[in-house]
């Protein structure tokens, strides 16, 4: 049951770790002004694995 427990929560968290990440480099680059000429993509390099 353990097992099971982990091959569902480990990916789950991988993702929403991901996903927060992306988030948090976002607004890193948009305060600094330089991710102003990105175009606006929430969970765009997430789709890549």
């Given amino acids: 049951m353990k097992t099971a427990i982990k ?3 480990f990916p789950v968290l991988s993702a ?3 996903i927060v990440v992306e ?3 976002e607004k890193l ?3 600094t002004g330089k991710g102003k000429a ?3 993509g929430p969970g765009a ?3 890549n694995p």
């Fill in 23 to 25: 988030k948090v480099v």
């Fill in 16 to 18: 929403v770790l991901l």
């Fill in 29 to 31: 680059l948009e305060d």
């Fill in 7 to 9: 091959n569902i929560l």
């Fill in 38 to 40: 990105e175009p606006p």
């Fill in 45 to 47: 390099s997430a789709v």
